[in-house]
């Protein structure tokens, strides 16, 4: 049932409450989705390197619980079972904190939805008539009616 779903681009932030293992959590359930294949999961590399600095990090890792190779291994998980995406195009978004730009040229690139709990980060008017869209975990998993 891969294709069930839309694809999503999953930010940083959903990614560390997720990876926190807080099974009745609708970030872990997001994350859930898309390691078991039921979420089409869009990475670049620059969603790659984000995700190894933010669960890098120590504050971040004792909030987890994970150690240094339990975080490898999730993000080869993650990699592994991604759609890796190329940008072709010479459009930039323009965020506030530039490096949110890399989810957003990623979304646009898969036709992807962000996952996001900083909805307000990525809602610029300029942006909505690229055709992406983002929305929270709860939102996410109550319209397209993600179970465990």
């Not at 620059?46 to 933010?54: C, F, L, N, S, T």
Request: aromatic share 6%; glycine share 6%; net charge negative.
């Amino acid at each position: 049932m891969e294709n069930a779903y839309p694809p999503i681009v999953l930010d940083a932030n959903v990614l560390v409450a997720g990876a926190c293992r807080h099974e009745g959590g609708l970030a872990y359930r997001v994350l859930m989705a898309a390691l078991g294949r039921q979420v089409p999961l869009m990475l670049t590399e620059g969603i790659v390197a984000e995700y190894a600095d933010v669960l890098g990090r120590l504050a971040v890792r004792k909030l987890t619980g994970l150690t240094v190779k339990q975080n490898a291994d999730l993000i080869l998980d993650l990699i592994s079972l991604s759609h890796q995406t190329q940008l072709h195009f010479s459009w930039r978004p323009n965020l506030l904190d530039e490096a949110d730009n890399k989810f957003i040229e990623a979304a646009i690139a898969a036709t992807a939805i962000i996952v996001t709990d900083n909805v307000r980060d990525f809602t610029p008017l300029d942006l909505v008539k690229h055709g992406w869209g983002v929305m929270t975990p709860l939102g996410f998993t109550t319209l397209y009616d993600l179970e465990n």
